[in-house]
T-cell receptor
Framework: DAGVTQSPTHLIKTRGQQVTLRCSPKSGHDTVSWYQQALGQGPQFIFQYYEEEERQRGNFPDRFSGHQFPNYSSELNVNALLLGDSALYLC???????????????FGSGTRLTVV | RKEVEQDPGPFNVPEGATVAFNCTYSNSASQSFFWYRQDCRKEPKLLMSVYSSGNEDGRFTAQLNRASQYISLLIRDSKLSDSATYLCVGDTIHTTGTASKLTFGTGTRLQVTL
């Protein structure tokens, strides 16, 4: 049973560029959440997708956008990259949303983005 | 003020020691709480859930005090393999009831030595 798959694992981009990160949820999961983890910090919630809609958003600018596909996979897009966007981007999948137990959250191993 | 606050450590303890981590949260809307473990440059992994009645799993005991908005994790008989960052996490359901999010503390780093 495949867990959460994220790609790419590492990425180096230049300031001002755009980046797309991808996530395939665990088999049987239909909800995808994205988190940003800066060095020395805990993960910060970016947004959550369910039924191809953004259901909740954290305190991130509009440069951060996402999408969920009919097969439940998801993309995170970041435009106009800043040096401060350098971080580990984590995808977490779960089944259902709105109160479902945390037992369903499975994290991918993340994409490490470096902006130079 | 951060929603979930932890002492960042590091906690350096000898093997076999007992170590306690504390965490406070400010969002009373958080319904569930957890401790996650994160190894260096890896993803967080669920260690255990935290209940008001307490939760014990082998050498690990977690406790939630909703009145004080305080969460604890106790590790007994520390092993070298316990060295990691321990993240205190709250799970909050959105007011619409159709979404939820995890709020993480900064994490407490534990280093167990010989």
């Amino acid at each position: 049973d495949a867990g959460v798959t994220q790609s790419p694992t590492h990425l180096i981009k230049t300031r001002g560029q755009q980046v797309t990160l991808r996530c395939s949820p665990k088999s049987g999961h239909d909800t995808v959440s994205w988190y940003q983890q800066a060095l020395g910090q805990g993960p910060q919630f970016i947004f959550q997708y369910y039924e191809e809609e953004e259901r909740q958003r954290g305190n991130f600018p509009d440069r951060f956008s996402g999408h969920q596909f009919p097969n439940y996979s998801s993309e995170l897009n970041v435009n106009a990259l800043l040096l401060g966007d350098s971080a580990l981007y984590l995808c977490a999948s779960s089944y259902g949303t709105g109160g479902i137990s945390n037992y369903g959250y499975t994290f991918g191993s993340g994409t490490r983005l470096t902006v130079v | 003020r951060k929603e979930v606050e932890q002492d960042p450590g590091p906690f350096n303890v000898p093997e076999g020691a007992t170590v306690a981590f504390n965490c406070t949260y400010s969002n009373s809307a958080s319904q569930s709480f957890f401790w996650y473990r994160q190894d260096c440059r890896k993803e967080p992994k669920l260690l255990m859930s935290v209940y008001s009645s307490g939760n014990e799993d082998g050498r690990f005991t977690a406790q939630l005090n909703r009145a004080s908005q305080y969460i604890s994790l106790l590790i007994r008989d520390s092993k070298l393999s316990d060295s990691a960052t321990y993240l205190c996490v709250g799970d909050t359901i959105h007011t619409t009831g159709t979404a939820s999010k995890l709020t993480f503390g900064t994490g407490t780093r534990l280093q167990v030595t010989l």
